[in-house]
């Protein structure tokens, strides 16, 4: 299993477009996808966006993005650098 931590930077938090661009990239690869944030725990299936929206990040929230699977290393990089430029918002 591969875990890392991401920060939401995106000024409006994880509302339903990153949480929609999340749940494709996911879908993509063939891990199972976990999504925790930083001082719970429960995990939310990343492939899920109802269980992402769920969560209500906004900027500056921590969370952990893991992976199991075939291709779990490269879903969490890819994952985390989505989380981290910030979905592609200014």
């Known amino acids: 299993m591969q875990t890392q931590e991401a920060t939401i930077r995106n000024a409006s938090g994880f509302h339903i477009r990153p949480a929609q661009l999340f749940t494709e990239k996911a879908a993509s690869f063939q891990s199972d996808i976990r999504l925790t944030v930083s001082g719970q725990n ?25 992976a199991e699977g075939p291709d779990e290393k490269e879903a969490v990089e890819a994952l985390v650098a989505l989380v981290e430029s910030g979905f592609g918002e200014g």
């Open 42 to 66: 429960q995990a939310i299936d990343g492939k899920s966006i109802l269980g992402l929206m769920t969560l209500g990040l906004e900027k500056g929230s921590v969370i952990q993005i893991s």
